[in-house]
């Protein structure tokens, strides 16, 4: 018996391996993917498996012929959980909505772009497969690329530049689009996990004594004024995010989301942004806030990128605000979500000493309060500069 198509149109992939023999494969692992793919157009001599990631397997395919002129592409598999931590369920739906999301975009982007999406090729719904485009081998994550310090600051601020307008045009074509909303909508999981992960467990973290955070150890001295910004912030935070249906956002826009190739001279010869399957309909600031929160945290806590961090951001920035005017509240949201990711991802992840993770976490706070003060002084001197040079007082 032929495997059943998966109805998803010309991309769709027709096996012809029998179903219950497809069934009985475990596709997270070589051996799986490689009979999965037997009498395919994308049989393949050798599967790789691709390191990174936390949610699917990855695998670059190399193909026994050319696929309409490619070598090699990769296969993603998604489980009804994380890849790396398999007791958090993740729903499959997920693949549908980064298969849609891709489609989408790179039909909506230039052919030239020099920021774009990899193409998909086949998605099979039935067995939780899709194989697209392969960056290539010499494409690196640019957060592997800040991380080494291997980005001089003219590059950084060429990557930054042309990410921001990326993004800038991305949300002004997604902005009040009825047919994108609609579709987009229905992904609600994105938001939820965005609120239980970032969000609701701030103020624990801030003051409950028993926290798993090392900002409770001691408790961290935040006062009764600073925590009633924080809460009634992320009250309206959250609020907003759940009632945003008008821009299509693409959830999780990060440099380790971010592939860079460059050409033999070391000269920017392509982006891609990939890992879609999150995008839903919210908040542009927030989604903004969250490429700076990671940019600015490998500043602070990655000796000798310092620099080139800064020119990322300053350029992404400024090329945003080019395209796309935030308002103010716009812009309290960016700088919360900075604020917000500081405190709850910064102290855990940075390899510092206590005195410096318990530093980042303040710097939190800080951010919070001054944006929500609109201490003009502050904001001046930050690196938010370039998204509210249209505002009074911020020249």
């Known amino acids: 018996m032929a495997a059943k198509e998966a109805s998803t149109g010309p991309y769709?992939?027709?096996?012809?391996?029998?179903?219950?023999?497809?069934?009985?494969?475990?596709?997270?692992?070589?051996?799986?993917?490689?009979?999965?793919?037997?009498?395919t157009p994308f049989a393949s001599t050798i599967v790789d498996i691709l390191p990174g990631g936390f949610a699917n397997y990855s695998f670059r395919l190399r193909l026994a012929n050319p696929y309409e002129g490619r070598g090699t592409l990769i296969a993603k598999h998604a489980k009804p959980y994380l890849k790396n931590w398999q007791t958090v369920p993740f729903a499959l739906d997920r693949q549908r909505y980064e298969f849609e999301a891709i489609k989408r975009v790179r039909a909506w982007l230039p052919e030239d772009a020099m920021v774009t999406v990899p193409v998909v090729h086949r998605f099979d719904e039935e067995y939780h497969i899709i194989i697209m485009d392969d960056c290539g081998e010499d494409a690196v994550c640019l957060e592997d690329m800040i991380k080494s310090g291997c980005l001089t600051v003219t590059l950084s601020s060429i990557i930054g530049a042309f990410l921001g307008e990326f993004l800038g045009r991305f949300h002004t074509w997604s902005r009040n689009n009825a047919e994108l909303s609609d579709y987009f909508k229905e992904n609600v999981a994105t938001k939820k996990t965005l609120i239980q992960v970032i969000y609701q467990p701030i103020t624990d973290m801030l003051t409950a004594a028993d926290s798993e955070s090392e900002l409770a150890k001691p408790q961290l001295k935040v006062t009764e004024n600073d925590l009633g910004v924080i809460n009634?912030?992320?009250?309206?935070?959250?609020?907003?995010?759940?009632?945003?249906?008008?821009?299509?956002v693409m959830g999780d826009f990060r440099p380790g989301n971010i592939m860079v190739l460059l050409d033999e001279n070391k000269e920017l010869k392509q982006i891609y942004v990939i890992d879609w399957e999150v995008s839903t309909t919210g908040l542009r600031a927030l989604e903004i806030g969250h490429f700076c929160a990671e940019v600015y945290f490998f500043r602070r806590s990655i000796p000798g990128c310092q620099e080139t961090a800064l020119a990322l951001l300053d350029c992404f920035l400024c090329k945003y605000n080019?395209?796309?005017?935030?308002?103010?509240?716009?812009?309290?949201?960016?700088?919360?979500?900075?604020?917000?990711?500081?405190?709850?991802?910064?102290?855990?992840?940075?390899?510092?000493?206590?005195?410096?993770?318990?530093?980042?976490?303040?710097?939190?706070?800080?951010?919070?309060?001054?944006?929500?003060?609109?201490d003009e002084k502050w904001l001046e001197e930050s690196f938010f500069r370039p998204l509210l040079k249209n505002r009074k007082n911020v020249n």
């Open 12 to 39: 769709s992939l027709s096996l012809s391996m029998a179903a219950d023999d497809t069934a009985n494969l475990d596709l997270s692992t070589q051996a799986g993917i490689h009979a999965y793919l037997q009498g």
């Open 232 to 248: 009634a912030m992320v009250k309206q935070t959250t609020q907003a995010l759940l009632s945003a249906h008008d821009t299509m």
């Open 322 to 374: 080019d395209i796309v005017s935030l308002d103010y509240e716009e812009c309290k949201q960016a700088i919360f979500q900075v604020g917000a990711w500081l405190i709850i991802l910064g102290p855990s992840l940075y390899q510092g000493n206590e005195a410096a993770r318990r530093q980042m976490g303040m710097e939190g706070v800080e951010m919070i309060v001054r944006c929500h003060m609109e």
